[in-house]
T-cell receptor, first 116, second 110 residues
Framework: GAVVSQHPSWVICKSGTSVKIECRSL??????MFWYRQFPKQSLMLMAT?????????EQGVEKDKFLINHASLTLSTLTVTSAHPEDSSFYIC????????????FGEGSRLTVL | RKEVEQDPGPFNVPEGATVAFNCTYS??????FFWYRQDCRKEPKLLMS???SGNEDGRFTAQLNRASQYISLLIRDSKLSDSATYLC???????????FGSGTRLSIRP
């Protein structure tokens, strides 16, 4: 099946620093990628839809200036958590759809962020 | 009201038992439905899509009831390896994004 890869898998940073997470589609082109966040024992919450070559579409309540998304190519989307705080500690997962509007959604392995 | 609601469980059942979960949704514009499986600290993986006519994949059966706005997942002859969190998900016809329920934890005991 299609592969979506995320990096890094784990990151620990100090409060106030910025962290960049990469999401790559390894064997297909993804014009659209989705970024989710999952707190312990909670569901995946959609943060934003990343669109290649244009601005991301953010869900209500997600600060676009804090969670910067860049989708510069058909195989790479990045999420930057700026000025991270302990409450940003979470599991961030990207996903991409293969095969158009109703195609299967493949997920990256996730990135676990811990902000001290 | 949440867009997608699930009983969080946990469901603790013996190996070989049959277990069923339901998931309700609030927006009748929902078009496509899915069940995902998520193991601890891992990414979700698609278990099966849910079709209006119902569908079966081995020991797993998914049903959709549009009138009552819920989907269900039935697992027969449960295995220890079925222990995981099961997430229902839906996609609206007007957008390509997928919304997830909070998940139902299933634990199969020997």
């Amino acid at each position: 099946g299609a592969v979506v890869s995320q990096h890094p898998s784990w990151v620990i940073c100090k409060s106030g620093t910025s962290v960049k997470i990469e999401c790559r589609s390894l064997d297909f082109q993804a014009t659209t990628m989705f970024w989710y966040r999952q707190f312990p024992k909670q569901s995946l919450m959609l943060m934003a839809t990343s669109n290649e070559g244009s601005k991301a579409t953010y869900e209500q309540g997600v600060e676009k200036d804090k969670f910067l998304i860049n989708h510069a190519s058909l195989t790479l989307s990045t999420l930057t958590v700026t000025s991270a705080h302990p409450e940003d500690s979470s599991f961030y997962i990207c996903s991409a759809r293969v095969g158009g509007f109703t195609g299967e959604l493949f997920f990256g392995e996730g990135s676990r962020l811990t902000v001290l | 009201r949440k867009e997608v609601e699930q009983d969080p469980g946990p469901f603790n059942v013996p190996e070989g038992a049959t277990v069923a979960f339901n998931c309700t949704y609030s927006n009748s514009a929902s078009q496509s439905f899915f069940w995902y499986r998520q193991d601890c600290r891992k990414e979700p993986k698609l278990l099966m899509s849910v079709y209006s006519s119902g569908n079966e994949d081995g020991r797993f059966t998914a049903q959709l009831n549009r009138a009552s706005q819920y989907i269900s997942l039935l697992i027969r002859d449960s295995k220890l390896s079925d222990s995981a969190t099961y997430l229902c998900a839906l996609m609206y016809s007007s957008a390509s994004k997928i919304i997830f329920g909070s998940g139902t934890r299933l634990s199969i005991r020997p």
